[in-house]
């Protein structure tokens, strides 16, 4: 009887689909881990258990990196002092070789000219050598007035007077006994424009340093001769040393272009002339 109805409970529960109960926890056990949950969160949890460790250095690798950033700071207040110190250095060292004083009281570089041109005349008298191409070799003597109204550029006019000669004259009227060529005396007067894009210096002790200039000269006039023909160009160099404000000398050569007929040939020629002399300034 008893087997008899503990068979017809079992096909009753199959039957009916009666779930079974799972046994309650026991007091003291771990709740369950869900495996699925555990993957998850697995990484995320490494990453962040990582990230604590990776950023935070220990105590023993924190100790140099606050010495080196203690060291870098205590060294950007050097560098820059050492800098603010260079700057006014250097600048007083270009000074000094501009127009500073160098030891012993003696200038050295460049310093500013003490001799200004700008606004004044010049007053001067010249003489020197005068190379003829087609004549002889003579001499030539004059003077010259000159206006700056600037430093560089000057306006001149210049005079001057020279003895026309032909040495072979004498053996040309001992050929044919006539005469060839008339000696004569030739005025020359030429306006010309200075430029003076160098200055210079020259130092003859060692507490005298002479101002200088050194000039281009271009220019055209006319030359009274019997021999001349038509205008007279002429360009050339020169140099002028500033012994004070009032006083200088000069040296010039010139190379006069002209057109000239001796003997019955006309052709241009080229006559140098070196001129000296001495300078009176006004202004």
């Known amino acids: 009887m008893v087997r008899a109805t503990v068979v017809l409970a079992l096909a ?46 220990s105590e023993d690798d924190a100790a140099p990196d606050a010495a080196s950033t203690a060291g870098a700071s205590k060294g950007e207040p050097e560098s820059d002092a050492a800098e603010s110190e260079e700057e006014p250095e250097s600048a007083l060292h270009g000074l000094a070789c501009l127009e500073g004083d160098a030891t012993g009281g003696r200038r050295k570089g460049v310093q500013r000219r003490d001799f200004l041109k700008r606004h004044r005349f010049e007053f001067s008298g010249l003489g020197g050598f005068y190379a003829a191409d087609a004549l002889s070799s003579t001499y030539s003597y004059g003077g010259a007035l000159s206006f700056y109204p600037s430093e560089d550029f000057g306006l001149e006019a210049m005079v001057t007077r020279s003895p026309m000669q032909f040495r072979l004259e004498e053996a040309f009227t001992a050929f044919d006994q006539q005469t060839h060529f008339h000696e004569s005396i030739a005025w020359q007067a030429m306006l010309s424009l200075l430029w003076s894009p160098i200055h210079a210096k020259f130092k003859f002790s060692e507490t005298r340093i002479i101002h200088s200039d050194l000039f281009a000269v271009a220019g055209a006039g006319r030359t009274f001769d019997p021999s001349v023909l038509g205008l007279t160009w002429e360009v050339g160099t020169g140099l002028k040393l500033y012994f004070n404000r009032f006083v200088a000398f000069r040296l010039d050569l010139r190379d006069f272009l002209l057109p000239q007929e001796v003997l019955g040939r006309g052709r241009i020629t080229n006559n140098i002339n070196i001129l000296a002399g001495f300078s009176l300034w006004l202004g």
Request: charged fraction near 30%; aromatic fraction near 4%; avoid cysteine.
């Open 12 to 57: 009753y529960g199959l039957t009916n689909g009666i779930p079974a109960l799972a046994a309650p926890p026991s007091v003291g056990a771990k709740p369950t881990e869900n495996l699925f949950e555990d993957r998850g969160k697995g990484d995320d949890d490494d990453a962040s258990e990582a990230k604590p460790s990776e950023a935070a250095p």
